[in-house]
């Protein structure tokens, strides 16, 4: 595809690990011009050895994300033919147990800044006349799963978010795409873990025995969850997203978004509920 008129300009959040990364060295060695992100300047030695180009864009800094997309744009000659929202990360602990402050950073990434980048870019599709956003939910934008609620939140706001984005931007020339996976190898637990160490006070919760089982699971080598597919599923999802002359509105990734996602459709609630009580409860054993 190198040198080709179907080679696109892209830009890509998260790429520190996981899919973000997948992606950034998928779509480039597909032909595309990719520029990855990553908070941390420790992250960007990888990209330096694969010879993609790397920017800081830190989603929780306007500054950052301003300062990100405008270096973007000089290593893209000034054109976003795709943005990837890949960038953020799961808050684990039990609702109650969730401040204010906590979850206000769970959104300030997941949602805020991820939209604070999105608009931005938009201004530059509009006067390109064309583009694709495509959002990277869960399959815990769909339903809800316990100890999860901060993330649940995100995941749900952000679909409604570019569910309105998409009718908004009808007939401007720009598609706007969700990716829902569900359980992929990536660093994503570590992370969560991280956060609930920082963040949850497990010792003065009603939860306190929940929570052992819930830390087992996050420290767990290697797949934690039945059906869990390497990051390469959701990128091989992002590609159709870019490249297809006429993108989904959404794709689902591994079998229990496709369960999942067909039952909220089939079952009443409180059924739906005995499913998902019977899944978290599979987790906690």
């Known amino acids: 595809?190198?040198?080709?008129?179907?080679?696109?300009?892209?830009?890509?959040?998260?790429?520190?690990?996981?899919?973000?990364?997948?992606?950034?060295?998928?779509?480039?060695?597909?032909?595309?011009?990719?520029?990855?992100?990553?908070?941390?300047?420790?992250?960007?030695?990888?990209?330096?050895?694969?010879?993609?180009?790397?920017?800081?864009l830190d989603l929780d800094c306007d500054n950052s994300i301003q300062q990100g997309l405008e270096e973007s744009l000089s290593l893209l000659d000034g054109r976003i033919d795709a943005l990837f929202n890949n960038g953020a990360y799961g808050q684990p602990g039990a609702v109650e147990d969730l401040t204010r402050d906590v979850l206000q950073a769970q959104f300030n990434t997941n949602l805020f800044g991820t939209q604070v980048l999105t608009n931005a870019v938009i201004k530059v599709m509009r006067q390109q006349g064309h583009g694709r956003i495509i959002y990277n939910s869960s399959v815990l934008g769909l339903i809800a799963l316990p100890y999860r609620g901060a993330?649940?939140?995100?995941?749900?706001?952000?679909?409604?978010?570019?569910?309105?984005?998409?009718?908004?931007?009808?007939?401007?020339?720009?598609?706007?795409?969700?990716?829902e996976p569900g359980p992929i190898l990536s660093q994503f637990r570590a992370n969560a873990f991280a956060k609930y160490q920082q963040n949850i006070d497990k010792t003065?919760?009603?939860?306190?025995?929940?929570?052992?089982?819930?830390?087992?699971?996050?420290?767990?080598?290697?797949?934690?969850?039945?059906?869990?597919?390497?990051?390469?599923?959701?990128?091989?999802?992002?590609?159709?997203?870019?490249?297809?002359?006429?993108?989904?509105?959404?794709y689902y990734v591994t079998f229990p978004?496709?369960?999942?996602?067909?039952?909220?459709?089939?079952?009443?609630?409180?059924?739906?509920?005995?499913?998902?009580?019977?899944i978290s409860r599979g987790e906690q054993s």
């Open 151 to 179: 993330y649940n939140a995100s995941k749900f706001a952000l679909e409604g978010l570019a569910d309105t984005l998409r009718l908004e931007l009808r007939g401007t020339g720009i598609e706007v795409s969700l990716i």
């Open 257 to 278: 978004t496709y369960l999942l996602g067909t039952l909220k459709r089939i079952l009443p609630g409180r059924a739906l509920d005995w499913v998902l009580k019977k």
């Open 204 to 250: 003065n919760s009603a939860h306190r025995q929940i929570y052992q089982a819930m830390e087992n699971r996050l420290t767990k080598s290697g797949p934690a969850a039945p059906f869990t597919l390497p990051a390469s599923a959701v990128v091989d999802k992002l590609i159709h997203a870019v490249e297809a002359k006429r993108p989904q509105l959404g």
């Open 1 to 56: 595809m190198k040198n080709s008129p179907k080679r696109k300009h892209i830009l890509i959040t998260g790429c520190s690990s996981g899919i973000g990364l997948e992606a950034a060295k998928l779509l480039h060695d597909r032909g595309h011009k990719v520029v990855a992100s990553v908070r941390n300047e420790k992250d960007i030695k990888q990209f330096n050895d694969l010879g993609i180009p790397c920017v800081i």
